[in-house]
């Protein structure tokens, strides 16, 4: 390792994303942030680091105690993730509405312009890779941090859509406002009803975790029970065809591309993976006939039965 400043500067430089601190993708849970810290905390770990020269003993230590141990600090719980979370939201916006959120790595520029159904596998395997090797070195510590940050935040603009810009307001409130905001009392006030629970979503970000941890089988049965509630959703299907190619079962993984195209025949990444598998998808794309809503033949009696 080269021999860095460790001012109160360069530590501020990567202080702002505990999560790229730690080489973790934005939705982490608490089990993969203690797993992630035990594995950094163990690489850095002096008795680790005992063989090599001073100045790598002294930027692992530094970093450990100044940058790792913090980080985990504060993302460890489910309040420090809630509010680190609200604050990178709170960046992505600010830079969104200037015009600065101009991605400079690869990686990130490519996340920018994914499809959206690409945009979970894409950008957790982006991640895990730069993760890898991510304390081999100074130098490559400070790329790869720094790169990890500019992904999160591209990933965050992605799934919050574009930004709202209000309006300022000026002048008076109008006093019909002011008057009603006055008369409503608190026994007459009701109170919002629950959103409704979306359980396919649920399996859906669970199996986004399994692919993130190369836990493949796992991923495929949270998205074949994302199917089963939603057998009409072609996104599902394209998901459920990529976690079956990932887990080399190429026949499965043509079933469900190919049902995901019968649903939506413009699916760009559906389209991509037919390609892959070298799906014939004229009988897709050539058909005027709208897709069927849920489904037909052999795939809408399958969804029934399960």
């Known amino acids: 390792m080269s021999n860095v400043d460790l001012s109160p500067d360069w530590i501020k430089r990567f202080a702002g994303d505990p999560y790229a601190v ?29 063989q090599k020269d001073e100045a790598t003993r002294t930027f692992t230590s530094q970093v450990l105690t100044r940058l790792v141990n913090p980080a985990y600090q504060r993302i460890k719980q489910d309040k420090g993730r809630l509010e680190t979370l609200a604050t990178l939201r709170f960046k992505v916006r600010r830079l969104s ?12 520029q490519k996340l920018m312009a994914v499809p959206e159904p690409e945009v979970d596998v894409f950008y957790e ?15 490559r510590f400070a790329q790869q941090t720094q790169a990890i940050a500019e992904l ?45 629970v979306n359980y396919a979503q649920k399996h859906i970000d669970r199996a986004r975790t399994y692919i993130a941890n190369k836990k493949y089988p796992q991923a495929i049965q949270e998205l074949r029970d994302a199917v089963r509630i ?12 990529q976690a079956y190619l990932l887990n080399k079962m190429e026949g499965m993984a043509k079933v469900h591309i190919r049902q995901a195209l019968k649903l939506n025949p413009r699916s ?10 070298n799906i014939d998808t004229e009988e897709f794309t050539s058909s005027n006939k709208a897709p069927k809503k849920n489904g037909g033949g052999l795939f809408g009696m399958f969804a029934k039965k399960r």
């Open 22 to 50: 730690l080489g973790l993708a934005v939705t982490a849970d608490d089990r993969r942030v203690l797993k992630r810290y035990r594995h950094i905390a163990k690489q850095l770990h002096p008795d680790v680091q005992a």
């Open 97 to 108: 509405r200037e015009d600065k959120l101009q991605p400079r790595q690869a990686m990130a």
């Open 125 to 139: 395997q982006v991640l895990s890779d730069l993760a890898e090797n991510q304390y081999e070195s100074t130098d």
């Open 152 to 196: 999160n935040l591209v990933y965050l603009r992605r799934k919050m859509g574009d930004p709202v810009i209000r309006e300022k307001r000026s002048g008076l409130v109008a006093s019909a406002t002011v008057q009603a905001s006055v008369t409503v009392t608190a026994d007459e006030t009701t109170p919002p009803e629950p959103a409704p």
């Open 230 to 241: 939603e057998a009409s959703n072609p996104d599902y299907h394209t998901m459920l065809g």
């Open 268 to 277: 760009a990444v559906a389209l991509k993976y037919a390609h892959k598998l």
